[in-house]
């Protein structure tokens, strides 16, 4: 699998060229995948070995290669942080065909788009310290096929010039066009090998659903440093992070397989290194697609959690993620947009949610066993308020 990595400094712009550079890639036709790898080693805490989870990030990308073949895609896109000094952990993507190509920028430019993202604060000065000591870590090392100096260039022009630094990269030329398996067939086979060693691993999945702009991403990652905090090993997945392929259409049945593939894929890592706990939010929208993720973890204890909102919360929620109003998430469909694209988005949300709560998707039935189900009421209520009654429902801190 031909997979091209964008690594550099923070706020270099890894984030927004992968992005720019898969989606030309999915109009020009092409059949391919992306990740932020920055999303596959959310687990704590680290391994003592691997401080940073750079071996992690690399562990889960590899594995997870194969899930991606067979959801239809022939190559990947795809960024993250890397050691400045080794770069990519090569030994753990045995199955990939790697092109590293670094994103660099001068100091003063670094420093610059530092304080246009993160203001100016004393508190944060230790965090641009950091930074630019990364920067120059990595301009004094070797690793990396090709590099990119974004100094002075316009975001929209970094993706060229990477192109034009990568010519050969086989993601580039016109035979990735060409679909290496039916993405919407059976694939028994690579199902069963994305369940080896996960089978018998147990531990507690939570998994956070609801329409779109409740509040899901929000509200899990403040339920996870809870669980942080109360010094648990535990995990956190962004189901969408993982779902990201060309070949398919995005909410369909294959996407969800490839998420529940990719979930079972980094939950077997994760366990490796400690975890017993994990959230995981995204779309479950029927008991179909809470089947997919029962088949991919047989052994783990389920709960669903699906989260509600009125169509005035909804609807504000849904604008406040157009003006930036949470994580710059890669490939978030509603940021920037306009307010009556917004509307539209958040009056579908409001039908969804009640849809789900008329149709009682994801409630327990015979053929979800091991799989509790709850139903949580965000309305006038903060991430914290919310993730406090998760919580409750729970049992949290669960053993």
Same mark, same amino acid.
């Given at each position: 699998m031909p997979v091209l990595w964008l690594c550099g400094p923070a706020g270099v712009g890894k984030s927004t060229v992968s992005w720019q550079l898969f989606t030309e890639l999915t109009r020009a036709g092409a059949h391919v995948g992306f990740a932020d790898t920055d999303q596959l080693c959310m687990c704590y805490p680290a391994p003592g070995a691997d401080p940073g989870r750079e071996r992690l990030k690399a562990q889960n990308l590899g594995a997870m290669l194969a899930n991606y073949q067979a959801a239809g895609a022939r190559c990947m896109i795809v960024n993250g942080v890397?050691?400045?000094?080794?770069?990519?952990?090569? #030994? #753990?993507?045995?199955?990939?065909?790697? =092109?590293?190509?670094?994103?660099? @920028?001068?100091?003063? #430019?670094? @420093?610059?788009?530092? =304080?246009?993202?993160?203001?100016?604060? @004393?508190?944060?000065?230790? @965090?641009?310290?950091?930074?630019?000591?990364e920067a120059e870590a990595m301009d004094a090392s070797n690793f990396g096929d090709a590099e990119v100096e974004t100094s002075g260039v316009p975001a929209g022009q970094v993706a060229a010039l990477v192109r034009g630094s990568c010519p050969h990269w086989p993601g580039f030329l016109a035979g990735a066009a060409t679909p290496s398996c039916d993405a919407t067939g059976p694939d028994t086979e690579t199902a069963s090998r994305s369940r080896v060693g996960a089978d018998a691993l147990g531990g507690h999945i939570l998994l956070i659903s609801g329409p779109t702009g409740v509040g899901k991403s929000t509200i899990g990652f403040a339920l996870y440093l809870r669980y942080l905090r109360a010094g648990l090993a535990a995990g956190y997945i962004d189901l969408r992070q993982i779902g990201f392929v060309s070949a398919g259409r995005p909410g369909d049945q294959s996407q969800h397989r490839l998420e529940a593939r990719n979930l079972a894929t980094m939950w077997r890592n994760y366990h490796a290194v400690g975890a017993r706990h994990l959230i995981a939010t995204g779309r479950v929208e029927s008991d179909a697609v809470l089947s997919a993720y029962r088949e991919a973890l047989p052994s783990a204890t389920i709960t669903l959690c699906r989260l509600y909102a009125g169509p005035a919360e909804l609807t504000r929620r849904v604008m406040s993620r157009g003006d930036g109003g949470s994580w710059p998430e890669p490939g978030d469909p509603l940021r920037g947009q306009p307010a009556e694209f917004l509307a539209d988005v958040a009056d579908r949300a409001a039908a969804e949610g009640d849809a789900l709560d008329r149709s009682g998707a994801g409630t327990i039935s015979s053929n979800t066993a091991q799989i509790s189900a709850l139903r949580i009421d965000t309305d006038g209520r903060s991430a914290a308020e919310a993730a406090d009654l998760i919580a409750a429902a729970t049992g949290f801190p669960a053993a």
């Open positions: 890397v050691d400045p000094v080794r770069g990519v952990y090569r #030994e #753990e993507l045995s199955k990939a065909a790697l =092109t590293v190509c670094r994103l660099r @920028a001068d100091r003063d #430019e670094l @420093a610059r788009r530092f =304080t246009d993202r993160h203001g100016r604060s @004393a508190d944060l000065q230790d @965090a641009l310290t950091d930074t630019l000591a």
